[in-house]
T-cell receptor
Framework: DGGITQSPKYLFRKEGQNVTLSCEQNLNHDAMYWYRQDPGQGLRLIYYSQIVNDFQKGDIAEGYSVSREKKESFPLTVTSAQKNPTAFYLC????????????FGQGTRLTVV | QKEVEQDPGPLSVPEGAIVSLNCTYSNSAFQYFMWYRQYSRKGPELLMYTYSSGNKEDGRFTAQVDKSSKYISLFIRDSQPSDSATYLCAMSDIGSNYQLIWGAGTKLIIKP
């Protein structure tokens, strides 16, 4: 089945540690996205990539980093510079730039302990 | 003022009722309008998208866009308990490189 796989589903991090969230898609989509979702707020864009080896900052990129070495993979690293990392993180992909049909993974819940 | 406003709810209705979910927006350049459904602790899934103004129907779901009023709606007919979820609106335009701008979501509860 085609889709997007995020792992792990739950992640706990100690303050001061970097953690990496995995996102893999087998939809052959060019564009991939990382969003953060907090209670009572809409999804906020962290980073996006429209092609391999290229990515752009979204609205809240500070404290995060990404890479896009393969078309199917777009990992997100939450660094110790991110002051409030506890959130639900969603990865998405779309076939083209119009982004009219974005497919989402099941999300990773990150908690700082 | 947020670019996209959406009543967070919760909105609680009896099974079989017609549900109306709404979003207002401020950017008149938006051209693409989407509705996503999100179950608890899951990723959103696309229900419908509409380009520019007008209506679009898919089974029990109807999406309406009124660009003159900067207002979009999602109607659910014959609502079922399985429709209980959070409904997110999103919109985009070519000027922002099609980046989606999201509402905060409305939590819908269908009571059996």
């Amino acid at each position: 089945d085609g889709g997007i796989t995020q792992s792990p589903k739950y992640l706990f991090r100690k303050e001061g540690q970097n953690v990496t969230l995995s996102c893999e898609q087998n939809l052959n989509h060019d564009a991939m996205y990382w969003y953060r979702q907090d209670p009572g707020q809409g999804l906020r864009l962290i980073y996006y990539s429209q092609i391999v080896n290229d990515f752009q900052k979204g609205d809240i990129a500070e404290g995060y980093s990404v890479s896009r070495e393969k078309k199917e993979s777009f990992p997100l690293t939450v660094t110790s510079a991110q002051k409030n990392p506890t959130a639900f993180y969603l990865c998405a992909s779309s076939a083209d730039l119009s982004n009219t049909e974005a497919f989402f993974g099941q999300g990773t819940r990150l908690t700082v302990v | 003022q947020k670019e996209v406003e959406q009543d967070p709810g919760p909105l609680s209705v009896p099974e079989g009722a017609i549900v109306s979910l709404n979003c207002t927006y401020s950017n008149s350049a938006f051209q693409y309008f989407m509705w996503y459904r999100q179950y608890s602790r899951k990723g959103p899934e696309l229900l419908m998208y509409t380009y520019s103004s007008g209506n679009k129907e898919d089974g029990r779901f109807t999406a309406q866009v009124d660009k003159s009023s900067k207002y979009i709606s999602l109607f659910i007919r014959d609502s079922q308990p399985s429709d209980s979820a959070t409904y997110l609106c999103a919109m985009s335009d070519i000027g922002s490189n099609y980046q989606l701008i999201w509402g905060a979501g409305t939590k819908l509860i269908i009571k059996p």
